[in-house]
């Protein structure tokens, strides 16, 4: 960053600081809370961004050796740098080649600098495509690449901001239980600037936290391993044993991380079954976690504390939800409402016996929770159908198996779902296309020689646009994942976390296989045709949008023999048709209509439906979307 920008942005920073300090005006009393979905959450179209693959906008913020300390108990590689952004994925770094592991041993290792101002830069590229909506994967200040290891709540990550150095010292002296010592760093100040700006666009922002688990630099884990029971956030987690003081053993100390892992220590959870760690059960997050978390979701909600919510994020995506007791969520849905009556909250409720059985949703979804799960039980028969990925679905299980999907919850849940066709902890879209095996468990070269992680062929991109078209006109908010649409490809996790693909960059040849095994040659470029396509179908979705989102949806025609399905969105006197040729062989779909139809997409020219019918030719792998006159 040039010296002109780094005072721009510390300008930026003393006025927002100053205008959210904590002597703004006291919020002011909601009695009753709204608890209704909010109107704007089903009619918008969303973008997932991971921060630190998006776009590196300051150079000078990257991060250091010791920025990223504690993110694992393993000491980062000596002579450690940021990769390089347009490096081949599975060439090895110097340091990463010195360490003596194989790439997947060093890949949690790698930064690439994405930030904030990179965001900024690029929120003209996101209104082109047209998306309404950003979800930003967690910014909270941790070491990881992913943040979900919390090292601070109440700040946004040091190396997202203009000045991680002085960041570093602001925090220093905060008392985690005090929110009157919370001071904003030069990174909080920029991530309200991009808030502000977002808002400005007609855009909406949500921000991702785990309230489940922090990581191992937390202050109040760092405050219970040097003070064990004599700590006063003793009880704030899952401790099994504390240490004797009486023995030299250290090893006596346990406790519980998400999922096993140790650098995830756990929240306590009180009133629930004894042994109980995930499901629909009641129970509650310890008070002095509850008071935390409630205090950065105000501190977000509304920056200046002066009860107007407009300066603040529009909602929250929450990490492992099904964890997490309802007593907390719905005491916690209660509280957000009463700070931002429009606020929503989308849930992470996701694999029940992994890897073979999904959540059913429901019970997340019944008013008093979430407004919306991130929608993988609607990709996951999805895929199946349209790729022929197990369980092999035919058309008639597949409209049944999304019929299903609706029992139990109302209309306005099941148009504010986030329908997804990938996400950040999947094999991108295309991948999971190209690979039709399981869908995540096992999805990469490591657990699977066969899983191909080259550039997905022709049929994989007419799959996608096929299934596109799909979410696109479905009941539910689509989501693409960031860099879907330029066409990227990579296994799961950490291979669907490349950086983005730019039109400006040069990135070198994926010519590196991950085993050093052969692999085709492929080069790396942004995939304009793809790209149009969802802009296509964004514009397509708000030019019809009160049709798509309220609209009642039919099935036409769910034919086994031939692979082709067809649907009807209606509401009042519009109509739209959507059919599918799920199969390699074109076909003639004939479906139940009355009068002129228009194909809008792809763009056509208007058919007569004859004698109650509408007929038309499909070609392979295609879909067809048209609206009556």
């Known amino acids: 960053m040039t010296t002109t920008t780094r005072d721009s942005a510390t300008i930026i920073f003393l006025l927002l600081a100053a205008a959210c300090s904590k002597d703004a005006p006291p919020p002011r009393n909601v009695a009753a809370p709204n608890l209704a979905v909010p109107a704007w959450s089903a009619d918008v179209t969303w973008y997932q961004i991971f921060v630190e693959r998006f776009r590196n906008g300051d150079p000078s913020n990257d991060p250091t050796a010791h920025d990223i300390e504690g993110f694992s108990s ?214 002095g976690v509850r008071d935390l978390v409630f205090n950065v979701s105000r501190r977000w909600l509304d920056p200046n504390g002066d009860g107007d919510p407009s300066d603040g994020v ?118 999971s296309v190209y690979n039709p095996g399981r869908y995540k468990y096992h999805a990469n070269p490591r657990e699977d020689p066969g899983y191909r992680i080259d550039r997905p062929d022709e049929r994989t991109r007419r799959t996608q646009q096929m299934t596109l078209v799909q979410q696109f006109t479905f009941i539910g908010a689509p989501h693409i994942w960031n860099g879907d649409e330029v066409g990227m490809w990579g296994a799961d996790d950490p291979d669907e976390r490349k950086p983005l693909v730019w039109a400006d960059l040069r990135y070198d040849d994926e010519t590196a296989h991950p085993l050093g095994r052969p692999r085709p040659r492929n080069a790396v470029a942004p995939d304009t045709a793809l790209f149009r396509v969802y802009r296509d179908l964004i514009a397509l979705r708000k030019q019809h949008l009160r049709l798509f989102v309220d609209g009642t949806l039919n099935w036409l025609l769910t034919d086994d023999a031939t692979g082709l399905l067809a649907c009807e969105r209606a509401l009042g006197d519009q109509r739209a048709i959507i059919a599918f040729n799920a199969t390699d062989i074109s076909h003639e779909v004939a479906v139940a209509a009355d009068g002129r139809y228009r194909v809008i997409y792809p763009a056509g020219d208007t058919v007569s439906a004859t004698g109650g019918t509408l007929r038309a030719g499909l070609p392979a792998r295609t879909a067809r979307v048209w609206t009556r006159e």
């Open 74 to 287: 393993e000491p980062t590689p000596d002579s450690w740098q940021p990769t390089p952004w347009s490096q081949d994925w599975y060439s090895r770094e110097s340091w990463a080649r010195a360490s003596g592991k194989d790439f997947y041993g060093t890949a949690q290792f790698r930064r690439y600098g994405g930030d904030l101002k990179g965001v900024l830069d690029r929120l003209d590229y996101l209104q082109d495509l047209g998306v309404t909506a950003l979800f930003l994967n967690p910014i909270n200040d941790t070491p990881s690449l992913h943040k979900y290891d919390a090292r601070n709540y109440q700040h946004i990550d040091r190396n997202f901001g203009p000045d991680p150095r002085g960041d570093e010292a602001r925090i220093g002296d905060e008392d985690l239980t005090n929110p009157a010592t919370w001071t904003w760093t030069a990174a909080d100040s920029l991530f309200l600037v991009l808030v502000r700006e977002v808002h400005r666009r007609g855009m909406r922002i949500i921000i991702d936290y785990s309230w489940n688990h922090t990581g191992t630099s937390f202050p109040a884990w760092k405050d219970v391993l040097k003070n064990q029971q004599q700590s006063r956030f003793a009880d704030w987690y899952e401790i099994e044993r504390f240490d004797d003081p009486i023995t030299p053993d250290t090893s006596e100390f346990a406790y519980r991380g998400w999922a096993g892992v140790p650098s995830l220590p756990e929240w306590k959870k009180v009133g629930r079954p004894a042994g109980q760690t995930k499901g629909a059960i009641d129970g509650n997050l310890v008070p």
């Open 314 to 431: 529009d909602g929250f995506r929450l990490n492992v939800a099904e964890m997490v007791p309802l007593g907390f969520w719905r005491d916690y849905r209660r509280f957000v409402r009463s700070v931002n009556p429009e606020a929503y909250l989308v849930g992470e409720v996701w694999w029940e016996t992994w890897p073979d059985k999904l959540y059913d949703p429901v019970p997340w979804l019944q008013g008093d929770v979430f407004d919306a799960v991130m929608h993988y039980q609607w990709y996951t028969p999805t895929r199946s159908f349209f790729t022929g990925a197990p369980p092999t679905l035919t058309a008639s299980t597949y409209a049944a198996s999304l019929d299903s999907l609706a029992s139990g919850i109302s209309l306005a849940n099941q148009r504010a779902m986030m329908n997804l066709t990938a996400s950040h902890d999947t094999p991108r879209f295309s991948t």
